[in-house]
T-cell receptor, first 113, second 114 residues
């Protein structure tokens, strides 16, 4: 069972470079999310998509853009990476937010030099 | 706004010890409460949840009771194992507010020694 798949798992960028984190889920979920995890700060929501065709800002959206390509895929783009974006990024999906059960990918560790 | 406060870690215990990880919250609306667990090198996974006051969520020997009067949702386990070593996150989502994503606490690392 694949669940939620993120790529790449590791990436090193230089300041100012751009990159896209890819996420795909095979559970036919409507809602998808991007979180970042930083030491001592837990998970903070970057963007989410409640359904195909919609996206909304979360707690820390600055410096990021997202695309809900179809029901399965939700990508996160850094247009001009900054050292403050060094973090572990998690994609998650949910069949219904009321249940509170999110299914997470394994994470993508990004380092910006 | 919504927030979740957890005790700082790491929490280090010997095998078979009793575990408590404290969690308190502030929320607009009536929240549902959750505990997620993250094992090394993995994403988070749901451990247990409670959706109304006085509900007790339980799974894998872990329990947590929704205490509305103290706005708390403390995680407990009677006898921990080495395999319980992980980071534990408390989270909430307030219902009937239109909010569509979970708010997480900062996480508490548990280390269980043999």
């Amino acid at each position: 069972n694949a669940g939620v798949t993120q790529t790449p798992k590791f990436q090193v960028l230089k300041t100012g470079q751009s990159m896209t984190l890819q996420c795909a889920q095979d559970m036919n979920h409507n809602s998808m999310y991007w979180y970042r995890q930083d030491p001592g700060m837990g998970l903070r929501l970057i963007y989410y998509s409640a359904s195909e065709g919609t996206t909304d800002k979360g707690e820390v959206p600055n410096g990021y853009n997202v695309s809900r390509l179809n029901k399965r895929e939700f990508s996160l783009r850094l247009e001009s990476a900054a050292p403050s974006q060094t973090s572990v990024y998690f994609c998650a999906s949910s069949g219904g937010v009321v249940t509170g059960e999110l299914f997470f990918g394994e994470g993508s560790r990004l380092t910006v030099l | 706004g919504d927030s979740v406060t957890q005790m700082e870690g790491p929490v280090t215990l010997s095998e078979e010890a009793f575990l408590t990880i404290n969690c308190t919250y502030t929320a607009t609306g009536y929240p549902s409460l959750f505990w997620y667990v993250q094992y090394p090198g993995e994403g988070l996974q749901l451990l247990l949840k409670a959706t109304k006051a006085d509900d007790k969520g339980s799974n894998k020997g872990f329990e947590a009771t929704y205490r509305k009067e103290t706005t708390s949702f403390h995680l407990e386990k009677g006898s921990v194992q080495v395999s319980d070593s992980a980071v534990y996150f408390c989270a909430l989502i307030p219902l009937y507010t239109g909010r569509r994503a979970l708010t997480f606490g900062s996480g508490t690392r548990l280390q269980v020694q043999p």
